[in-house]
T-cell receptor, first 114, second 114 residues
């Protein structure tokens, strides 16, 4: 079945540091890939997505590239801010049977200190 | 446009009690979902619905029932609550089940079962 593995947290960085959160996936066919963010006390909201190989999703300074050859969708940001402190979830939506469902990674908690 | 709303925000139950969580969306979405979020587990799909009057089981359906009598509402029921159902519950919705579609999440319901 489809699955997502993302790097274990928590991750603690200083403001303006470079961020990478690793995400790899297992899926048949051509899934769509997503990063969702959950700020403290809130629900999840879409951060970015990519729907085919080599696509780059970007939003709010975050980027992730859909790499089919390495089955990866790593999240990066060049300079994090305190306001980026949140839990980040990698997710996929399959292309064959069950595409109506999202499969989530376990989440990575990011804390950015001033 | 309120998006996805959930009622209640927080509830404490005793073991064996029943309750219903309400999810409402005003985006005319066909698909609706119930997830639970537990520490270190990410989000896991409980049940979902692909349209009014239809429901289907997700990854962890045991102990829960759902109903979708109106397109805009998706109810999650616990007939006899157990401590293992202590969790944060999120509702989500999307237009269709196509793989590129974004799911929109509600703010969550925190449930404590004593």
């Amino acid at each position: 079945g489809n699955s997502v593995t993302q790097m274990e947290g928590p991750v603690t960085l200083s403001e303006e540091a470079f961020l990478t959160i690793n995400c790899t996936y297992t899926a048949t066919g051509y899934p769509s890939l997503f990063w969702y963010v959950q700020y403290p006390g809130e629900g999840l909201q879409l951060l970015l997505k990519a729907t085919k190989a080599d696509d780059k999703g970007s939003n709010k300074g975050f980027e992730a590239t859909y790499r089919k050859e390495t089955t990866s969708f790593h999240l990066e940001k060049g300079s994090v801010q305190v306001s980026d402190s949140a839990v980040y979830f990698c997710a996929l939506r399959g292309s064959r049977g069950g595409s109506e469902k999202l499969v989530f990674g376990k989440g990575t908690k990011l804390t950015v200190n001033p | 446009n309120a998006g996805v709303t959930q009622t209640p925000k927080f509830r404490v139950l005793k073991t064996g009690q029943s309750m219903t969580l309400l999810c409402a969306q005003d985006m005319n979405h066909e698909y609706m979902y119930w997830y639970r979020q537990d520490p270190g587990m990410g989000l896991r799909l409980i049940h979902y619905s692909v349209g009014e009057g239809t429901t289907a089981k997700g990854e962890v359906p045991d102990g829960y029932n759902v109903s979708r009598l109106k397109k805009q509402n998706f109810l999650l029921g616990l007939e006899s609550a157990a401590p293992s159902q202590t969790s944060v519950y999120f509702c989500a919705s999307s237009y269709t089940g196509q793989r590129q579609e974004t799911q929109y999440f509600g703010p969550g319901t925190r449930l404590l079962v004593l």
